[in-house]
């Protein structure tokens, strides 16, 4: 008996570790391809990184191979709802959001989103999608641009109402069992604010954790072992009156089950904030949700930070970020973006001295 039970035990710490995929208790990443970091002539663990993403497009296996070899997990950035990658918008107007005066939405600042409910645009991602996990041996997919279309990086973000076209109307009439009323799109948008606000705020959160969920299949499929990350807007569930909610259609909770590990994109120069404020949002974070912080449970909490100088951050700054980043219920921090520190010694420095401790 005492045998059956030892070789039990073992199974299950092997398959647990096996679930895991050999993740690091502490990931330190970097964001970016590495290219311009091994110009440098570094090797990615000699500064600590055992972890990059990369945006899918530029993965190959010579990068994955080379990654490897210097201690490093490769995670995939999947640009999800972004409409301008590849300009599918401009390619197929019917996918372009309306907005509630019946208009294609304007871009917001850089930013262009995307139908969530334009079933050939989610054809497509979904396609693309499956090409990257069935060619590339990978540890993850993150998700990004996974909201409504919006621009919440800046210090004065643009929140626009989408979408109301006539595929979004229909699926909500289906999903909240109500008959939206009114001649135009304007006056079907108003219809709605007046008298469904509630079931139109659910029904989108709804659309943005199917995409979530599907992509989590398909990666899963060809994957079994490979992490979900989401990079997401590190606002409060509170801020401006739910905005999160409201607007992006993020609803953290309900995109954990299909998360292993969510990405708060706390750029704090970017979006006029102090240094200060990315321990503030991870203690936030950490205890407004259920974050785990043991290998192989979920979701993790693994922010990104700002290294890029966009304003100027300094090498002592992002030696602060780094460390606010993996505070409280923490346990990996990512910067945004590797090149941007190979170009400078001091934060080459300032992250080495992070990393490997």
Known sequence: MRNLIFVYTMC????????????P????????????????????NEYGLNAVF??????????????????CKVFAEFATLN?????????????????DTGNPARAATWFMGVCPTHAGFRQFRMDELRALVKTHDIDGVWMDYL???????DPYPVFIKTCFNDSCIAAFEA???VKVLGDTTEAKAQWIFHNAAKQWEDWRVSIIVDWAREIRAIVKEARP??????????WRAEDLGGVLRRC??????????HVDAFSPMIYHGRMGRSPESVKEYVEYFGNRYTVKTAPGEYPRLWPIVQAHDEPRIEPEELEQVLRYGLSGKSSGVLMFTLPSVALDEGKMAAMKRVYTE
Request: net charge negative.
């Open 12 to 23: 299950c710490v092997a398959l647990q570790v096996m679930g895991d995929a050999g993740i």
């Open 25 to 44: 208790d502490i990931v330190h990443g970097g964001y970016s391809h590495p290219k311009g970091f091994w110009d440098t002539g570094a090797k990615l």
């Open 54 to 71: 990369i945006h899918s497009g530029g993965i190959d296996e010579a990068t994955i191979h080379r990654a490897r070899a210097e201690g």
């Open 83 to 99: 409409g301008k990658v590849g300009e599918y918008v401009d390619k197929h107007p019917d996918a372009h959001p309306i907005d």
């Open 147 to 153: 909201h409504w279309h919006a621009q919440f990086e």
């Open 175 to 177: 999903s909240a069992n």
């Open 225 to 234: 072992n490979a992490l979900i990350g989401n990079f997401q807007c590190s």
């Open 248 to 257: 992006l259609g993020l609803d953290f909770d309900a995109l954990a089950a």
